[in-house]
């Protein structure tokens, strides 16, 4: 079955520290990759996608991913962050021919501490 | 341009009464996905919905059903309701190809006592 790993639950970080959520997701010949991020008591927003070409994608709010085809990984990155940026990061994957569903990571909660 | 609203908010039923959620796209937008977000299963989808038609439909029993009009605005039913059905309704809306950006609502939270 197809699907998504985010290996880490909860990251706590200081601020103005880098960061790293990690995401795996299982094997396919083709995908489309998305971050998506989750504020307390609002929907999810999308911080970035891979569709095609450069393996490294810049999103909003300073974070980037980069997509490792030989290691089905897409981590999210961000050098430097703020208290803001605590939230529930989800990553997202959408297999094949992309007329399929996103199929979701459980997410990781990242905490931010002054 | 209006984002993906969705209606009501948060809703309470009592178990073995039936629901229906709606979601109103954003304007130009003909697909719309809905997913069921719980603290144990995380985010799963529901189904999605184009041009009127289910075009995909996850693992959820009958009790879930939906449509969607031609004005591209949708609504999911759920009958019979059980404590398990307590979550957190998310719809989304993309333009037309099933890989662009999906456009999220803020919810409908979902009790059922």
């Known amino acids: ?114 | 341009k209006a984002g993906v609203t969705q209606t009501p908010r948060y809703l309470i039923k009592t178990r073995g009464q039936q629901v229906t959620l709606s979601c109103s796209p954003i304007s130009g937008h003909r697909s719309v996905s809905w997913y069921q977000q719980t603290p144990g299963q995380g985010l799963q989808f529901l189904f999605e919905y184009f041009s009127e038609t289910q075009r995909n439909k996850g693992n959820f029993p009958g009790r879930f059903s939906g449509r969607q009009f031609s004005n591209s605005r949708s609504e999911m039913n759920v009958s019979t309701l059980e404590l398990g059905d307590s979550a957190l309704y998310l719809c989304a809306s993309s333009l037309v190809l099933a890989y662009n950006e999906q456009f999220f609502g803020p919810g409908t939270r979902l009790t059922v006592l």
């Open chain 1, 1 to 114: 079955a197809q699907s998504v790993t985010q290996l880490d639950s909860q990251v706590p970080v200081f601020e103005e520290a880098p960061v790293e959520l990690r995401c795996n997701y299982s094997s396919s010949v083709s995908v489309y990759l998305f971050w998506y991020v989750q504020y307390p008591n609002q929907g999810l927003q999308l911080l970035l996608k891979y569709l095609s070409g450069s393996t490294l994608v810049k999103g909003i709010n300073g974070f980037e991913a980069e997509f490792n085809k030989s290691q089905t990984s897409f981590h999210l990155r961000k050098p430097s962050v703020h208290i803001s940026d605590t939230a529930e990061y989800f990553c997202a994957v959408r297999y094949d021919s992309g007329n399929t569903p996103l199929v979701f990571g459980k997410g990781t909660r990242l905490s931010v501490i002054a």
